[in-house]
C-alpha cells in the first residue's frame, strides 16, 4: 500500500491564490480590475546587518552592502454576481554584491475572497496571508532574522432571512497556520459562528454573536497548547455618508487543554471593541479604535495583510510595531487615533496608539509600546513628487525589563518621465536605542528603482 504525502500548507495557499485569481482574470463577464509595478531597485545600507556600536567580538565590524532586486507590487480588484476578490502585496529576490548574506526572497501579500454559491444565500470565503515575520522578536530586523508565514482561512457562510429586516448567518472555517522557523505556530483551526441581524434601520445594525474556536497545535511546546475558546458579544454597527462605526461588547473564555499544573487553565475576559470614522469634511477623515480582547498572532497577520488602499497610496507609511510569531494567546488593551487628507495633489496622514500585551503562556513577551507616525507626499507638477515621513516608537518588555526606542526617518521622490515609466528615490535613516546596549543600531539606506506602472 502506498502512503499518501499531503501537501504543505505553503503550497495550498499558493494554489488557492492562484486558483483565485486565475479565475477571477479567464471567467468571462467578471470586472477585473488589475495595477500593479514592475521594476528593478538597487537599496545600499552602511549598516546591512544592523549591527551595534561594541567591541564583543560576537559582532565583528559593521558591514556595507548593496542589495539589488527584481520586484513587482500588485493590487487586484474583481466584483461579479459569483465572485469578489481584493488581493494585494509585493514579490522580490534580492542580491547582496558583497555577499553579507545570501540570496533571499521577500513577500507581502494580502487576499480576501467570497464566492456565491448561492446567491444571497450560500457564500464560500477564502482569506490569505503570506509574509515575512522575525524569528527573534527581540532581536533586530535582518535578513537572518526573518522567516515565512502563512495564514490559510477558508469556509462556507449561510445566510437566512426570517423576515425582511432580520439575518441569521452560520458559518464555519478551517484556518491553517504555518511558520519556517517557528514551528509550535504551525496549527489546524476549526471555527463555528452564530449571529442574528436586526437592521434598526437604513444605517443601524444591532447583532447577536456567538463564536467558538478549537485550536490544535502541531508540535507541543512549553510556549503552546491547545486551546477552545468561546466569544459571546453584541454589536451594533452604523454606517452613514458622514462616518461609520461599530462597538462590540461581550466576553471570551479560553481553556487550555494539557495545562501546565501551575498555570490557569480557564481564563474568562470581557471583549471590547470599538472603532470608528468620521469624515471631516470632503477630503478630511478622523479614526479611532478602543480594543480589550483576547488575541493572537493569527489575527495580527490578518490584520496587517497588504490591501489594495495601501497599494493606492503616493507614500509607503512607516510602521514600527511588530509582534512575535508565537502560539500564544495576549490580553490587549489598545487604542488608536489618525487623520489622514487627500486631494488631488497632497496626501497626509498622522497616527498615534497605545497597546499593551499580556501573553498567557510565556510572560517574557509581555510589552508596552507607544507610538507615532506620519507620512506627507506633495504632487508638484504631473510628472514628479516629493515626500516625507517619520514614526517614533517608544516599548517597554516587562519581564525583560528592557526598554526600546525606534526611530525612523526618511523623504521621497518620484519622477515620471512617461506614462508607464519612472524612477524612486528613498533615503531613509533607521536607529534603535536600548537599555540592552547590543541591541542598539544606527542605518542609513539609499533605495533607487526603475519602474514600469499600470
Keep these: 500500500m502506498t502512503a499518501t504525502t499531503l501537501p504543505r500548507p505553503a503550497t495550498i495557499l499558493r494554489r488557492s491564490l492562484s486558483t483565485v485569481c486565475l ?8 470586472a477585473v480590475d488589475l495595477n500593479y509595478r514592475i521594476g528593478l531597485f538597487a537599496e545600499h545600507s552602511d549598516n546591512i546587518a544592523r549591527q551595534p556600536v561594541t567591541d564583543d ?8 552592502d548593496t542589495a539589488i532586486a527584481p520586484y513587482i507590487g500588485f493590487a487586484l480588484t474583481q466584483e461579479g454576481d459569483l ?25 507581502r501579500v494580502g487576499m480576501r475572497a467570497a464566492w456565491r454559491l448561492l446567491p444571497e444565500r450560500l457564500t464560500w470565503a477564502l482569506d490569505g496571508v503570506l509574509s515575512d515575520q522575525p524569528v527573534n522578536v527581540f532581536a533586530v530586523e535582518q535578513p537572518d532574522n526573518l522567516q515565512r508565514t502563512r495564514l490559510l482561512v477558508t469556509g462556507p457562510t449561510l445566510a437566512l432571512r426570517p423576515t425582511s429586516r432580520t439575518r441569521l448567518l452560520l458559518e464555519a472555517r478551517y484556518t491553517n497556520t504555518d511558520a519556517e522557523q517557528t ?15 436586526w437592521e434598526l434601520n437604513s444605517v443601524s445594525t444591532l447583532s447577536f454573536n456567538a463564536e467558538y474556536l478549537d485550536a490544535q497545535f502541531d508540535v507541543a511546546s512549553s510556549f503552546n497548547a491547545d486551546y477552545q475558546r468561546q466569544d459571546v458579544f453584541a454589536r451594533y454597527d452604523r454606517r452613514s455618508s458622514r462616518g461609520d462605526w461599530s462597538a462590540d461588547l461581550g466576553v471570551t473564555r479560553v481553556r487550555f487543554d494539557d495545562a501546565d499544573p501551575d498555570a490557569v487553565a480557564d481564563e474568562t475576559r470581557p471583549l471590547l471593541r470599538v472603532r ?4 471631516l469634511t470632503e477630503l478630511t477623515r478622523l479614526e479611532a479604535s478602543l480594543l480589550r480582547q483576547f488575541s493572537d498572532s493569527s489575527q495580527y497577520l490578518l490584520g496587517s495583510a497588504p490591501t489594495v488602499t495601501d497599494f493606492e497610496l503616493p507614500i509607503g507609511l512607516p510602521n514600527l510595531s511588530t509582534t512575535a510569531v508565537s502560539a500564544d494567546l495576549y490580553d490587549e488593551k489598545s487604542a488608536s487615533l489618525g487623520l489622514a487628507r487627500r486631494s488631488d495633489t497632497v496626501y497626509m496622514r498622522m497616527d498615534a496608539y497605545v497597546r499593551r500585551f499580556g501573553y498567557e503562556i510565556n510572560p517574557e513577551l509581555d510589552q508596552d509600546a507607544n507610538g507615532l507616525s506620519v507620512g506627507i507626499n506633495r504632487q508638484i507638477t504631473p510628472q514628479f513628487a516629493v515626500g516625507a515621513y517619520a514614526a517614533r516608537e517608544w516599548r517597554d518588555y516587562i519581564a525583560l525589563l528592557r526598554d526600546d526606542r525606534e526611530l525612523r526617518y526618511g523623504a521621497t521622490a518620484d519622477w515620471r518621465w512617461s506614462r508607464r515609466f519612472g524612477i524612486s528615490l528613498d533615503l531613509s535613516h533607521n536607529e534603535r536605542s536600548s537599555s540592552d546596549p547590543l541591541q542598539g543600531y544606527d542605518d542609513n539606506r539609499v533605495v533607487l528603482s526603475i519602474n514600469y506602472i499600470r
Excluded at 465572485?83 to 513577500?107: H, K, M, N, P
Design 23 to 30: 479565475l477571477a482574470l479567464s471567467c468571462p463577464g467578471f
Design 57 to 64: 567580538p560576537a559582532f565583528g565590524p559593521i558591514v556595507s
Design 83 to 107: 465572485l469578489s476578490l481584493q488581493a494585494a502585496g509585493d514579490l522580490e529576490r534580492r542580491s547582496y554584491l558583497d555577499d553579507s548574506f545570501a540570496d533571499e526572497s521577500r513577500a
Design 183 to 197: 514551528i509550535d505556530f504551525n496549527s489546524d483551526r476549526w471555527s463555528a459562528a452564530a449571529r442574528g441581524l
Design 276 to 279: 470608528g470614522g468620521l469624515q
